[in-house]
């Protein structure tokens, strides 16, 4: 399957998240990690993570448009949109604060080439190859990769708010991490009521 990076599927939602019985990450600890091992610093960090968010929003607009005929998923997918433009805008306060000064894109896209423009999303994942993975798949399976990317992000943030020193910086990897369990919660959420 398309999400083999480090998921295992045992979907069963009840409970909610709390009970989360879902996709689990498994390996190694720091696995996730080596997306971020070329970023030097805390401001490369957070320019990466602000990337892979764009890329995130760019597969849930595409989730949205895909789904338009599906009232509700379209809207989940929207509301998801809404989300990662949320969390870009957090990691670039975050960038701000820790740099004083706005990100300087031209240097973070040479250093981190693909990975800002857009083409690829949390989990490392290319938005394009998930996207033409869902195209000929229901509503289900759409909300099923959602639930793995939301899944890879969660453990991303928690990992990363372990690893840095930077308080700000982890700070905000704490409440994405938190923002992320919200995302699987309504995903579940929706998936629960199509089962």
Request: hydrophobic content about 45%; aromatic content about 8%; cysteine-free.
């Amino acid at each position: 399957m398309l999400l083999g990076s480090g998921l295992k599927n045992v979907y069963s939602m009840e409970g909610g998240i709390r009970a989360w019985k879902g996709m689990v990450a498994h390996g190694l600890p720091e696995a996730g990690m080596a997306y971020f091992s070329p970023a030097a610093n805390a401001e490369e960090v957070v320019g990466l993570a602000w990337a892979l968010e764009e890329g995130s929003g760019l597969f849930y607009q595409g989730l949205s448009k895909h789904f338009s005929s599906d009232a509700e998923a379209q809207k989940m997918f929207s509301w998801l949109v809404t989300a990662e433009k949320n969390h870009e805008k957090h990691l670039l306060e975050t960038y701000e604060t820790l740099v004083g000064a706005r990100p300087d894109f031209e240097k973070l896209r040479v250093k981190f080439s693909d990975k800002l423009s857009g083409t690829v999303m949390e989990g490392g994942i290319l938005v394009e190859e998930a996207l033409a993975w869902v195209k000929d798949k229901g509503v289900s399976e759409g909300l099923e990769v959602a639930i793995a990317l939301e899944v890879n992000a969660y453990d991303l943030y928690v990992k990363m708010s372990r690893a840095i020193d930077d308080k700000q910086a982890r700070e905000i990897f704490e409440t994405l991490a938190e923002e992320e369990q919200v995302h699987l919660e309504k995903l579940s959420g929706l998936l629960d009521k199509r089962a």
